[in-house]
């Protein structure tokens, strides 16, 4: 039986090395943000429903200025459902997609990596939902260290994010990213046996 499994956290917990974890351990990844930006490529139907909303946010190129684009719509509640609306859909449709493929190809477990599945209620249509947590101190400093952006911006951008506290509660799963790395492997390799064997 293949399972195809969520897998979420607010920003700065760590998901992107979790999810490189899973994928050493020999468990594909669907990325949905590498999905978000294929979805939104000139020519497919996304991109032209996005440039009739917003003409301003695309380049001389044709393709669409995402950092403009989040700019635009991250303090604007309306503009950034109206911008999911469109977008949302189309990842998940790839992403099921993807999984088709991954179990004629003989897999039994993969994981949809996606920041924003229990806020979209697609985590519903997936066979579990593991979110990764750290402190809320973790997640500034990993923030600010990677992006440069100043305190308060991570924290306005943590803010901004379903609580964590939210998202555990939809989870069935939970990897504490907030000690060190051997103990975050240690509880990705349980998780993905335990996932293997279930199935």
Same mark, same amino acid.
């Given at each position: 039986?293949?399972?195809?499994?969520?897998?979420?956290?607010?920003?700065?917990?760590?998901?992107?090395?979790?999810?490189?974890?899973?994928?050493?351990?020999?468990?594909?990844?669907?990325?949905?943000?590498?999905?978000?930006?294929?979805?939104?490529?000139?020519?497919?139907?996304?991109?032209?429903?996005?440039?009739?909303?917003?003409?301003?946010?695309?380049?001389?190129?044709?393709?669409?200025?995402?950092?403009?684009?989040?700019?635009?719509?991250?303090?604007?509640?309306?503009?950034?459902?109206?911008?999911?609306?469109?977008?949302?859909?189309?990842?998940?449709?790839?992403?099921?997609?993807? #999984?088709?493929?991954?179990?004629?190809?003989?897999?039994? *477990? &993969?994981?949809?990596? +996606?920041? !924003?599945?229990? %806020?979209?209620? =697609?985590?519903?249509?997936?066979?579990?939902?593991?979110?990764?947590?750290?402190?809320?101190?973790?997640?500034?400093?990993?923030?600010? #260290?990677?992006?440069?952006?100043?305190?308060?911006?991570? *924290? &306005?951008?943590?803010? +901004?994010? !379903?609580?964590? %506290?939210?998202? =555990?509660?939809?989870?069935?799963?939970?990897?504490?990213?907030?000690?060190?790395?051997?103990?975050?492997?240690?509880?990705?390799?349980?998780?993905?046996?335990?996932?293997?064997?279930?199935?």
């Amino acid at each position: 039986m293949f399972k195809l499994v969520g897998l979420t956290g607010g920003i700065g917990t760590g998901k992107s090395t979790v999810a490189r974890m899973i994928r050493d351990l020999g468990v594909p990844i669907i990325d949905a943000d590498l999905l978000a930006r294929e979805v939104v490529q000139p020519g497919q139907p996304a991109h032209a429903e996005i440039v009739a909303a917003w003409p301003d946010v695309v380049e001389q190129s044709g393709a669409i200025d995402r950092k403009k684009l989040a700019d635009r719509v991250f303090a604007d509640p309306a503009g950034r459902a109206r911008l999911e609306a469109i977008t949302h859909p189309r990842i998940m449709e790839r992403s099921l997609d993807q #999984a088709d493929v991954l179990r004629q190809q003989g897999f039994h *477990l &993969a994981f949809l990596e +996606a920041a !924003l599945l229990v %806020e979209t209620g =697609r985590h519903g249509r997936l066979d579990g939902l593991v979110v990764v947590t750290a402190s809320e101190e973790q997640q500034v400093s990993r923030v600010m #260290a990677r992006s440069g952006s100043s305190r308060d911006q991570v *924290l &306005a951008r943590i803010h +901004a994010q !379903l609580p964590l %506290e939210e998202k =555990r509660r939809a989870a069935t799963d939970v990897i504490d990213n907030s000690g060190d790395l051997a103990s975050t492997q240690s509880q990705v390799e349980t998780l993905v046996r335990r996932l293997l064997d279930d199935g």
